[in-house]
Every structure is written in C-alpha cells, then in structure tokens.
C-alpha cells in the first residue's frame, strides 16, 4: 500500500475544468482568477457545524462546546451569536448542562471527564479521525509501538494520543526520524493527523520505513479524502498563479497547508486569509493570475467576498478549475439523532 495516496477514489470522481471565460482586451494585460474546486467545507467539518446548530434548535441556548468546533474564526463567532458557548475544558462547563466535543477528537479521559460531571455529551467528532483512533486502539492492543505524524499540540494529535500514550510517539516531520526510539523495530506502526501535507507525510513514512524497513501500514490512508483533494487542486492552478490566496484561519492545519503545497507548486505568492479584509491591495499590483481556494473548515461565503473584492481590483474573469468531486456525507452524531427523531415522532403523535 502507498504511504498516502493524493485523493480518495472511493469518495470523488475526476471531471473536467470549467471553460474560461472570454478573455478581455487583448491591448491589455489580461487579469483573471483560477478558483480550486474543491475548496471549502468538507463532509466532517459539516457535520461538526450542524450538530452544534441543531443541538441549539432541539435544545436551547447554551449549549456548551470544548476547543473550537472547527478551526474557523468567523463559524465560531457566528455560532457564538447564536447562543453556544466555547470553553477550553471540561471543567467549565457547568454540571448537568450540554456539551459538544468538537470535530478533531477528544481523548477518553475527557469522555471520563464529562461523565464525572454528569454532563450530557454530544461527539461531533469527524468519523475519519474516530478511524485513526481506532487504529491506535488495535495497535496498541496488539503491542506495537505507534509513530503517530503529526503537529505537537494539535487538538487532534492529543486526542489520538490520548487513545494509548504509552504506545504512541509523536513524529513531527522527516527531521524527527533520526530521534525516534521504539522497544523493538520488527512492531512498529505509523499513523497520521489527518490535516497534513500528503507530500511532506509521505516523505516522513519513507523516512521512518528506512529506518524500520517491517513498518507496518494503517488499513487506510489517514489524511482525509478532502485534505488530499484541496491539496491536489491548488497544484493545478498554482504554476500559473503570481498569488494564491487561501482562505482559511492561521489556527487551521489544512489550511496552512494550502499555502505550502501552492508555494511548492509554482505560485510566485501564497497567502493565508481569514477574510476578505486582508487581501493587501499591493500583493495585487503585479499579479495578472491570481488563484483562489479555502481550508476545509471555511464557509463559501467567505470565498466570495474575496471573489468579489478581486473583481474591484479588475480580476472579473473567474475560471473555476475542478480536479475533483466529493460526495461524501456524514450522518449526525447519534446522540443528536435519537432527540431528534424522538422530537419528531413527538411532534407526528401530537
């Protein structure tokens, strides 16, 4: 099996990039945007903003939410404004009430944790980073060092950690390797965050198989289908592109990586940007292409504002180039799902 593979086959299917618009002026230096698709929210992150949503509708205000529930500044203001509450740890969440665990993962003493304070918890959890937790439970059990690639202090490194920290080394990049100790070389596994960059990972695993040539696989790549799709579409367009803007906040991983695959890629520029307010006027001076794309924790709504403000600027011609298609979804949590349907036969009955 590969290392990681560039997208999930099982989850998207090529097509072909829309055709350009009609060019302008040709006495004038033509100014367009090519716009990645995909690019924005992806099927966990989702998931994660609609279970708080509706947790508000079934339940109230406020319903309460560990860490981020997604690493965006302007989704957790807006749920902010409609009664949730975001707190650093368990303990601030007063006994009794709702909690949300957010998308990247806790570990079980935080589930320990909640129970202890007889709190009604919600797991908005995404299902591809509950799939590594799972794989560090069944290496462990089987008594395998795991060498877990990965960003310290990232919410869902320590929430995989957390699944068998006497089992699990952290391995931040190829550079670690050389360090990396292990109780025996013939057990040793790998696995990842899901949010990296699939070339740098990749460059990792080659690393540590060197040095532990029985290193055994996941059952699956770990790093999402859509991290690997938004990284494969900023290739394509990045070559051509003096700037690339990415929309996304400097606390999300996937979007960080944007930036460093579309700078890796060819584009003169990269830039990260929460908003449309940051675009600086003088990073536009000199570009004629200017590429456009979004974390996978990033509104649409946010990506237009940039369209829009780059086409004060003269970039009206927008070429949305598609590598991929993603048709992934994810039920709601189950916690959410049984209040739910339990509203509903309520409100039939009545």
């Not at 060819?266 to 590429?291: F, K, M």
Request: some cysteine; glycine content about 6%; aromatic content about 4%.
């Amino acid at each position: 099996m590969s290392a990681v593979s560039a997208a999930s086959a099982a989850t998207t299917e090529p097509s072909e990039s829309v055709a350009p618009a009609a060019t302008a002026d040709p006495a004038a230096p033509a100014r367009r945007v090519l716009l990645a698709r995909p690019r924005g929210y992806c099927a966990g992150v989702d998931r994660a903003v609609q279970t708080v949503e509706k947790a508000l509708e079934q339940y109230g205000a406020p319903i309460y939410v560990r860490k981020q529930i997604v690493h965006n500044t302007h989704v957790v203001r807006t749920l902010e404004e409609r009664g949730a509450v975001f707190v650093d740890e368990t303990a601030e969440v007063p006994e009794g009430a709702i909690v949300v665990f957010s998308a990247h993962g806790v570990a079980p003493v935080v589930h320990e944790e909640a129970r202890g304070r007889s709190l009604a918890t919600i797991d908005a959890t995404c299902p591809l980073v509950t799939k590594v937790h799972r794989e560090a439970v069944r290496f462990a059990k089987d008594d395998y060092d795991i060498l877990l690639i990965g960003h310290e202090g990232h919410e869902e490194v320590i929430g995989t950690s957390g699944e068998a920290p006497e089992h699990i080394t952290l391995v931040g990049g190829p550079e670690d390797v050389p360090n990396v100790e292990v109780r025996d070389p013939d057990k040793v596994a790998w696995l990842s965050q899901t949010t990296l960059s699939v070339d740098e990972t990749n460059a990792t695993v080659a690393a540590l198989r060197e040095r532990f040539p029985k290193l055994l696989d996941p059952p699956s790549d770990d790093i999402c289908y859509a991290t690997s799709n938004r990284q494969t579409a900023v290739k394509e367009i990045a070559a051509e592109c003096e700037l690339v803007l990415v929309v996304g906040s400097t606390n999300s991983s996937n979007s960080v990586r944007l930036v460093e695959v579309a700078l890796d890629a060819g584009a003169d520029a990269a830039h990260l940007v929460d908003n449309a307010d940051q675009v600086d006027p003088e990073w536009l001076t000199a570009a004629t292409t200017v590429g456009v794309t979004s974390g996978a924790s990033v509104p649409d709504e946010l990506v237009q504002d940039v369209l829009a403000l780059l086409d004060r600027h003269g970039f009206s011609d927008v070429r949305e180039v598609e590598s991929a298609r993603e048709k992934l979804t994810f039920s709601m949590p189950k916690e959410l799902r049984r209040d739910l349907r339990a509203e509903a036969l309520r409100l039939t009955a009545g």
